[in-house]
C-alpha cells in the first residue's frame, strides 16, 4: 500500500468531519455510507487515528446522551425513569436497587400455583403414610 499526501489526507479527514456533523455520525463505518470514501481507503489513510474524527464523533455521541436524559427527564415512563435514575444515582443507592431487585425475583421463585401446592400437599401425605408403614 502506498502512503497518500498530507494534503489528500486533510481533505479526506476535512470530509469525514464534515459528513460527521451534517449526518450526526455515531458509529465510524457511518462514514462510508455517507461519502464515497471505502473503508480501505479510510484505514489505509489511517484516518481512523485521526483526533479530529474520534473527536467529532464523539460529541454527536455526547449530544445524543444529552437529548435522551432529557426526554427520559420529562417523560412519564417508568422504565425510562429508573434508566435515568441508575445514571444518576450513588454507588450505594445502586446496590440498594439491585439488592431490591434480587429480593423480589426470590419472593416471585418462591411464589407457586395453586396446583403446585396440592401437588405438594399430596405428596407430603404420601410421605407422611409411606413413614408409617415402616415403622
Do not use: H
Not at 31 to 48: C, G, N, R, V, W
Not at 85 to 102: F, P, Q
Request: proline share 1%; with cysteine.
Amino acid at each position: 500500500m502506498k502512503n497518500i499526501s498530507k494534503t489528500k489526507y486533510k481533505k479526506l479527514e476535512k470530509q469525514c468531519i464534515e459528513t460527521i456533523i451534517e449526518n450526526s455520525i455515531i458509529f465510524e463505518d457511518e462514514i462510508f455510507i455517507f461519502t464515497e470514501i471505502s473503508p480501505s481507503l479510510f484505514y489505509q489513510a489511517k484516518l481512523d487515528a485521526s483526533v479530529a474524527i474520534t473527536d467529532a464523533i464523539e460529541i454527536n455521541r455526547a449530544k445524543l446522551k444529552r437529548d435522551l436524559r432529557l426526554k427520559w427527564f420529562d417523560s412519564t415512563n417508568a422504565t425510562l425513569n429508573a434508566a435515568l435514575y441508575k445514571l444518576v444515582c450513588s454507588n450505594e443507592e445502586r446496590r440498594s436497587l439491585s439488592a431490591a431487585g434480587s429480593v423480589k425475583q426470590q419472593s416471585a421463585n418462591d411464589i407457586c400455583t395453586q396446583e403446585e401446592f396440592l401437588k405438594s400437599l399430596k405428596e407430603m401425605g404420601e410421605d407422611l403414610e409411606n413413614a408409617d408403614r415402616l415403622d
